[in-house]
């Protein structure tokens, strides 16, 4: 948590279509603060340049992506990334102490055969089974089929 009480949050990606949608909606939740705004080609770019709509709330510049730097300011990390490139940071951020949420296919599917058919990658794949790096929507089918 931060000084203020509020989750440490960052976002890579946070330039692309699912990246801004996510900070809209994220500007409204209480115990939010948005501490890092990650990308590639926006790197160095003030967020306010690229989304004039959103510059009177959010006063960050998109980061270049350093894993160190997302660990050593963020406690949760959301990744709105291109799929096949989530299973090689997710790992890593969560070795370091993030929780992560990924919102590419990178850990949607259960079955390592369906992933490599579409993605053609196998790469890290096999965390997918591990309960740490679930995708979210198994947690949460999990935590519905307790409940039911």
């Given at each position: 948590m931060s000084n203020s009480g509020k989750m440490t949050v960052g976002i890579v990606g946070a330039s692309g279509y699912g990246g801004v949608q996510l900070i809209r909606l994220l500007l409204d939740h209480?115990?939010?603060?948005?501490?890092?705004?990650g990308g590639d080609s926006s790197a160095g770019k003030p967020y306010a340049e690229l989304y004039p709509h959103l510059g009177h709330c959010v006063d960050l510049t998109i980061e270049p992506i350093d894993l160190n730097v997302i660990a050593s300011r963020c406690e949760i990390v959301f990744l709105g990334l291109p799929n096949g490139l989530a299973c090689d940071m997710a790992p890593q951020?969560?070795?370091?102490?993030?929780?992560?949420?990924?919102?590419?296919?990178?850990y949607r599917f259960k079955d390592l055969d369906t992933y490599t058919t579409w993605y053609k990658k196998i790469a890290a794949i096999a965390l997918l089974l591990q309960p740490p790096f679930m995708a979210y929507q198994n947690y949460i089918e999990m935590k519905f089929?307790?409940?039911?």
């Open positions: 209480p115990k939010v603060e948005i501490v890092y705004l951020l969560i070795e370091k102490g993030c929780k992560v949420l990924d919102l590419s296919a990178d089929e307790k409940h039911n």
